[in-house]
């Protein structure tokens, strides 16, 4: 008998280690070209939407910073310009990233109140950096382009931050007993 049942074991060995691996090599979500490794395992790890949104505005503020000491340096760097769009490019997608979250948690019904206001007063503190630029940023014409997405995109995920939070089913009140 345990020679019959043998080669099974044998066969299910093999197999065993193949589809482990298999399934294994997929990732459950690409890592997004501007997000560190630490910072897309953050995004995996938040066990809410709400929590997503408040990660993506950090890296969105993280990014415009870089962004304004990149602009204030006293040398700048040699690839100067396609650093700038790099920045740029990566606080919009921060941004957008954190407006998608809100029909996430939308479909989901997740109360995400505290997170979208505090993405509606980041977003507007954003906007004014990002217009300020606009009107007088040193070597404008290098980043103008990227620079007016920014802003476009920041108004935008405002506006979707401030319509989700009316439309949004007041909180549950607990009757007491």
Same mark, same amino acid.
């Given at each position: 008998?345990?020679?019959?049942? @043998?080669?099974?074991?044998?066969?299910?060995?093999? &197999?065993?280690?193949?589809?482990?691996?298999?399934?294994?090599s997929?990732?459950?979500?690409?890592?997004? #070209?501007?997000?560190?490794?630490?910072?897309?395992d953050?995004?995996?790890?938040? =066990?809410?939407?709400?929590?997503?949104?408040? @990660?993506?505005?950090?890296?969105?503020?993280?990014?415009l910073?870089?962004?304004?000491?990149?602009?204030?340096?006293?040398?700048?760097?040699?690839?100067?310009?396609?650093?700038l769009?790099?920045? =740029?490019?990566a606080? +919009?997608?921060?941004?957008d990233?954190?407006? #998608?979250?809100?029909?996430?948690?939308?479909?989901?019904?997740?109360?995400?109140?505290? +997170?979208?206001?505090? =993405?509606? !007063?980041?977003?507007?503190?954003? &906007?004014?950096? @990002?217009?300020?630029?606009?009107? #007088?940023?040193?070597?404008?014409? !290098?980043?103008?382009? !990227?620079?007016?997405?920014?802003?476009e995109?920041?108004?935008?995920?405002?506006?979707?931050?401030?319509?989700a939070?009316?439309? =949004?089913?007041?909180?549950?009140?607990r009757?007491?007993?």
């Amino acid at each position: 008998m345990l020679r019959h049942i @043998l080669p099974a074991i044998i066969i299910a060995l093999f &197999l065993i280690p193949t589809g482990v691996a298999a399934r294994g090599s997929r990732s459950p979500q690409i890592r997004k #070209d501007y997000l560190s490794d630490s910072e897309a395992d953050k995004i995996r790890e938040a =066990m809410t939407p709400s929590e997503r949104i408040k @990660l993506y505005v950090s890296f969105a503020e993280d990014r415009l910073t870089k962004f304004q000491y990149e602009l204030g340096r006293a040398v700048p760097e040699r690839r100067r310009d396609e650093i700038l769009n790099s920045l =740029m490019n990566a606080y +919009s997608g921060c941004f957008d990233d954190a407006a #998608d979250q809100i029909a996430v948690a939308q479909e989901k019904q997740a109360d995400i109140r505290v +997170s979208l206001k505090l =993405m509606i !007063t980041k977003g507007k503190e954003f &906007l004014l950096i @990002l217009q300020k630029l606009e009107k #007088d940023g040193p070597s404008l014409d !290098t980043y103008k382009e !990227t620079l007016d997405d920014a802003v476009e995109g920041t108004q935008d995920a405002i506006a979707d931050a401030e319509k989700a939070l009316k439309e =949004m089913a007041p909180p549950p009140v607990r009757r007491k007993q």
